[in-house]
């Protein structure tokens, strides 16, 4: 199977690819984790989204690049129900999680966020031991019958988190009182310990430092398979290096979308060329 991950330099322009590269391109055919059909928001009267079509698979990293005030981040919030969270915000179309209405009158919406879970643009550590932090999903959930089942929930998304031979030894301290990096990481170990089938990333690197950003991007790639991925990203070489599939975004609507490889190389829209190379955005 072709490798969709492209190096992180330079961000270019390539030839159309050959009638062979096309044949051997991943289909879009299986069924996808979560589709996302029509799907237009509103805020009041002014529309945010217009349109939108989307699928999301459980083999791949899906990022949704433009500029700011596009909808990237709005649409990534429909996908896990917190725009209800906006007494104002109206959304129109079909969301389904493997097959499933998630927008249905009988889906619980505590058990929606549980299986699409988010990580936000800043870390957001709740002000409780790191233990407590990574445990409070499990526990709420009922995902563990003793303490012991518990610790090793909180061991086992530590260590996925790339974050248990950091913190094995400082459980009890406070979850703010790590680096912005480890917050970050110690968010994503809280998402994963409730053993989460979607995990929604909105620009989760903006707020961090080059090595930060890098060791969040290798925990990306080793997500990667055991969860569907989509992330929110301003930054163009960041989506090339951690992505599959991309969605381009301008004035609320999908441009584009398909694989990373060819978004970035051989991109069909004007629109996307010029966005990608910098005229604007």
């Not at 044949?23 to 996302?36: C, G, I, L």
């Not at 725009?83 to 919406?109: K, S």
């Not at 991925?229 to 599959?244: E, G, K, L, Y």
């Amino acid at each position: 199977m072709e490798d969709d991950n492209l190096p992180a330099e330079p961000v270019s322009f390539a030839s159309p690819a050959t009638a062979h590269e096309q044949a051997e391109q991943v289909s879009d055919d299986r069924t996808p984790k979560m589709r996302a059909e029509s799907i237009s928001v509103f805020y009041g009267p002014k529309q945010a989204i217009k349109n939108v079509s989307i699928n999301i698979h459980d083999d791949r990293v899906t990022a949704f690049i433009g500029p700011s005030g596009c909808g990237k981040s709005t649409f990534l919030r429909c996908l896990n129900r917190m725009n209800d969270t906006i007494p104002a915000a109206r959304v129109t179309g079909l969301i389904e999680l493997d097959g499933h209405d998630i927008n249905a009158p009988d889906m619980d919406v505590v058990q929606l966020r549980a299986r699409v879970g988010m990580v936000f643009q800043k870390p957001n550590p709740f002000p409780k031991s790191i233990f407590e932090n990574v445990a409070y999903g499990p526990r709420i959930h009922g995902l563990a019958n003793s303490k012991n089942e518990l610790a090793e929930i909180v061991e086992k998304s530590l260590k996925r988190a790339g974050l248990w031979d950091e913190v094995k030894d400082r459980l009890n301290e406070s979850g703010t009182a790590l680096s912005g990096g480890q917050q970050q990481r110690l968010c994503i170990a809280r998402a994963i310990a409730v053993d989460p089938e979607v995990i929604l990333m909105d620009e989760p690197c903006s707020a961090l430092d080059p090595i930060a950003t890098a060791k969040i991007e290798e925990l990306i790639h080793e997500l990667r398979g055991r969860y569907a991925i989509a992330i929110v990203t301003h930054n163009m070489q960041q989506a090339a290096r951690v992505s599959q599939r991309t969605a381009f975004f301008h004035l609320g609507e999908l441009v584009e979308y398909g694989k990373t490889s060819e978004i970035f190389t051989n991109p069909r829209e004007q629109r996307t060329q010029d966005y990608i190379t910098g005229r604007y955005g």
